[in-house]
């Protein structure tokens, strides 16, 4: 007759550090309803207007969240401005976001190309396309200059370009140990840039917008203009 021995397993950390992550949170939300509850009203809030900021900092360093670090940010300034209607302030300032015209339109943008790339990713477009890539590049150098090259094809809108090509060229860097945030730096470099030098894209109908009402006014319109040039020319030297 035979045994089996058991095997002692050391404990699970993870109930310790979620009760320890949960302690945190709950200490930073008293702190600032603390700060709010005894904010004189009408009394200017000086350095502490800046611990919201210094929060969503913290939050996206340590957990590399940050859409999370920005929803804890702004309620943790609600409850710094007004910690007994934080609901209603925190939907208010949702809904005055949401309604703007401008932010409207990056999220619709932002959504629907991001549909696009995943029905692709998932259709196994991208996938072909990258192992195509990878047959071809044969260097470390080659990869980051692929990167840039096709951030100039791409050149319709730059939310397309970066989603795009971060997408596509991600697991070439990766085979040659390129790190995510010198691949984010490249793509970002060719995104916007190359959309602001080409005529025929998304930031040609922004510009025309921001030409009407500084039509009475060239020398402003000019310096403006050429502000936006030399950054578009110094991010692609």
């Known amino acids: 007759m035979t045994t089996k021995s058991g095997v002692l397993t050391p404990p699970s950390k993870s109930g310790s550090k979620h009760l320890f992550v949960t302690a945190l949170v709950a200490s930073v939300l008293i702190g600032f309803t603390a700060l709010g509850l005894n904010h004189a009203e009408g009394e200017a809030y000086g350095w502490l207007s800046l611990l919201p900021t210094a929060l969503v900092l913290i939050f996206a360093l340590t957990t590399h969240r940050t859409v999370e670090a920005l929803v804890a940010g702004t309620i943790a300034g609600v409850l710094l401005l007004d910690p007994t209607q934080v609901v209603e302030k925190f939907i ?7 309604m703007d015209g401008t932010i409207a339109w990056i999220i619709l943008v932002c959504a629907l190309m991001g549909g696009l790339i995943a029905v692709l990713e998932k259709g196994g477009s991208i996938l072909s396309f990258s192992n195509m890539l990878v047959s071809r590049v044969k260097s470390r150098k080659q990869s980051m200059l692929m990167t840039f090259v096709l951030g100039l094809i791409i050149f319709i809108d730059d939310y397309l370009n970066a989603i795009a090509i971060s997408s596509s060229m991600k697991k070439v860097t990766d085979g040659y140990k390129i790190s995510r945030e010198k691949l984010a730096y490249l793509v970002d470099s060719t995104a916007a840039p190359i959309c602001i030098l080409v005529p ?22 000019v310096s403006k203009l050429t502000f936006r040039r030399f950054h578009t020319w110094l991010m692609v030297g």
């Open 200 to 221: 025929i894209s998304t930031w040609a109908i922004f510009f025309s917008s921001l030409l009407e009402p500084m039509a009475l006014h060239p020398k402003a319109r």
């Open 92 to 98: 208010g300032i949702s809904m005055d976001v949401m």
